[in-house]
């Protein structure tokens, strides 16, 4: 048996086909956009994540200055290298503390050290030990 199909019904079917792959195309355009904003948002908060422990490493860096300038009066300056495994499994920091006569530091924190994307922190205060 031999079927015979009218050009009616191929328009039909071929108009069915372009509109199911014009809907595919759209919903991947829509996915692909979703999956974009989505890896916008995890750089984002990997990066706020990076800051506030720098933010934390900053302040470890004045307390520490404070307690060596209690040992020693004369203490003025030292880079402090923070290993990975101390604040971040594979991150490694870098503090530069920097304390004037009057008493005044000043951290400057890059963290972290082994990374193209860093974070780094210039803070000032005056110590009171």
């Known amino acids: 048996?031999?079927?015979?199909?009218s050009s009616g019904q191929q328009e039909?079917?071929?108009s069915a086909a372009v509109i199911v792959i014009i809907l595919?195309?759209?919903m991947t355009v829509l996915l692909s956009s979703q999956l974009l904003r989505v890896l916008r948002e995890q750089r984002q908060v990997?990066?706020?994540v990076l800051a506030i422990q720098a933010e934390l490493i900053s302040d470890a860096a004045i307390q520490r200055a404070t307690q060596q300038l209690v040992r020693n009066p004369e203490y003025r300056n030292e880079t402090w290298h923070i290993p990975a495994g101390m604040v971040h499994a594979s991150h490694e920091a870098e503090v530069q503390i920097?304390?004037?006569a009057d008493k005044t530091c000043t951290v400057i924190t890059q963290y972290p050290v082994n990374r193209a994307?860093?974070?780094r922190i210039t803070r000032t205060q005056r110590l009171v030990p």
């Not at 048996?1 to 199909?5: G, K, T």
């Open 98 to 100: 920097d304390v004037s």
């Open 1 to 5: 048996m031999i079927h015979v199909q």
């Open 24 to 26: 595919l195309v759209l």
């Open 12 to 14: 039909r079917r071929g």
């Open 46 to 48: 990997q990066t706020d």
């Open 117 to 119: 994307a860093k974070v």
